[in-house]
């Protein structure tokens, strides 16, 4: 479970979230949709610890601060950032240290393969492209084996393969109980995968939708009757 209660983020004097609450279940994918500029990567960001704002995150209870909630929880920044001189399994490698991950060799070659960089193992950090640095920055989320994760525009720069790829994964971590959080400004791109969806505009939830109260409802017209088209 993920909960935000109060969420508020000044930039200098530019109020950027202004006092969001919103809450993913257990075992559900959350998204945050809204236009660039929203607030998204600022509510990800402060989820994750990367942030100083005021009110409250807990992740399965436990405040986001504490060192048992980053345990248990992974991200993908919307930039992928990369060590130079390590390779890409060593990227692995390293999360599977810090988080104390049983992550077995197996299982990171599996990973490997799903996002077609078994061959480019051994490349350096800095000899990959945009694309391969983002399914890197994946694998290195999934490889903690989080019960909460957090994905900042995942699907920005990847190949169609990799987002087939990528949004079975994310169906996969649900069917495990994983509570998923995912940002974007890209409806078409999180359709066949959310539960909630909370919608944003200058700094603020809008409104919310759950899956099982919208039916068969088209997703596009509900979003632009709230938004204004925006
Ligand atoms: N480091 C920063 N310093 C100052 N202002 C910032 C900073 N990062 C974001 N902002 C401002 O905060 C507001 C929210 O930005 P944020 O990046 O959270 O939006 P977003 O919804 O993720 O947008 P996008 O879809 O473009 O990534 C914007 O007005 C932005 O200009």
Known sequence: MLEVWELTKYYGKNLAVDRVSFQVPDGQIGI????????????????????RYTGQIRINGILSKELEAKRIFGY????????DALTVREHIEYMKMAYSSDITEEEVDALLERFELQDKQDKMGSELSKGMMQKVSICCALAVKPRVILFDEPMVGLDPQAIKELKEVILELKRQQVTVLISTHMLEM???LWDIMYVMKKGKIIGSYRKEEVGNKDLDDLFFEMTGGE
Not at 42 to 47: C, E, L
Not at 76 to 83: G, L, S
């Open 190 to 192: 999180v359709e066949e």
């Open 76 to 83: 993908v920044p919307e930039i992928p950032a990369m060590f």
């Open 32 to 51: 945050l949709l809204g236009p660039n500029g929203a607030g998204k990567s600022t509510i990800i960001k402060s989820i994750a610890g990367l942030l």
